[in-house]
């Protein structure tokens, strides 16, 4: 029976649990963007969005109980300075999952963990449009010069034998 299972134990004790995760949070928050495994990149998910959640209000008492996950100076000052004025209009989803594919070695499923407001790439950023080639041999210009005075001059001989 999965009576009071809810999260992935990751095959760790809760000791060697925590100190990976936040490990990987502190991480995530210096580089942006990690690649990990798939279980533990959905386990740092879970880890990291109540952390960011929590450093949107920038009170004394909320550095505290993100400094007790975390147990970084620089990572939070980072996260409450930086990333919370980022993600501040962002109502949750501040990470994305990707997945990447199989390790070689053993298998895995591998995927990267990123902030969601940091990643250029996926920024929603208009496109140029794509420049339309034609399939004909001879160039468009062309193509279109000779097509028209073709068409006009039959008009002309008209008007001319009338």
Do not use: C
């Not at 080639?133 to 010069?145: D, G, I, L, Q, Y």
């Amino acid at each position: 029976m999965r009576h009071n299972k809810k999260f992935n134990h990751l095959g760790r004790t809760a000791d060697h649990r925590a100190a990976m995760l936040a490990n990987m949070a502190i991480s995530l928050i210096q580089h942006k963007r990690i690649t990990t495994t798939l279980a533990k990149a959905k386990a740092l998910k879970k880890y990291v969005e109540p952390l960011i959640t929590k450093a949107k209000e920038d009170t004394t008492n909320s550095r505290r109980v993100v400094f007790r996950y975390l147990q970084d100076k620089r990572a939070v000052t980072e996260l409450f300075k930086e990333i919370s004025v980022k993600v501040a209009d962002r109502p949750g989803g501040y990470t994305r999952v990707i997945k990447l594919g199989t390790r070689q070695g053993d298998a895995a499923p591998i995927a990267f963990i990123e902030l969601v407001d940091y990643d250029e790439n996926m920024a929603k950023t208009p496109k140029a449009e794509a420049k339309k080639t034609r399939r004909s041999r001879r160039p468009a210009k062309k193509a279109a010069e000779t097509e028209a005075p073709a068409a006009e001059a039959p008009v002309a001989e008209e008007a001319k034998a009338e």
